[in-house]
Nanobody, 123 residues
Framework: QPQLVESGGGLVQPGGSLRLSCVVS????????IGWFRQAPGKEREGVSC????????NYADPVKGRFTISRDNAKNTVYLQIDQLNVEDTATYYC????????????????WGQGIQVTVSS
């Protein structure tokens, strides 16, 4: 059955770094764009970043530009989100999700979702 599993979250101090991983199984990663989303307490879920199936196109939400980096390694069936310079506003549950080929700024178009992983930034 197609699934995505996130890992790499945890508790980090402000200014620290994490690398989240999204491991895909049950479908071919090379033809899917992968997006990262997050939901903080009391807030709506928001898109964070996305990388196209080719890896040639990526995008980032304004609050994370310059701090987050998305990448993919199809041979390992994995998409990564490197998070640097963490601040308390980054505290959220992070999800990866898949849709065919291209990134889109419309969540319902992402039909395959992971269960989410917690990132907590606290001093």
């Amino acid at each position: 059955q197609p699934q995505l599993v996130e890992s790499g979250g945890g508790l980090v101090q402000p200014g620290g770094s994490l690398r989240l991983s999204c491991v895909v199984s049950g479908f071919s990663l090379n033809i899917y764009a992968i997006g990262w989303f997050r939901q903080a307490p009391g807030k709506e879920r928001e898109g964070v970043s996305c990388i196209s199936s080719s890896g040639l196109v990526s995008n980032y939400a304004d609050p994370v530009k310059g701090r987050f980096t998305i990448s993919r390694d199809n041979a390992k069936n994995t998409v990564y989100l490197q998070i640097d310079q963490l601040n308390v506003e980054d505290t959220a549950t992070y999800y990866c999700a898949a849709r065919p080929v291209d990134c889109k700024n419309y969540e319902p178009l992402y039909r395959l979702w992971g269960q989410g992983i917690q990132v907590t930034v606290s001093s």
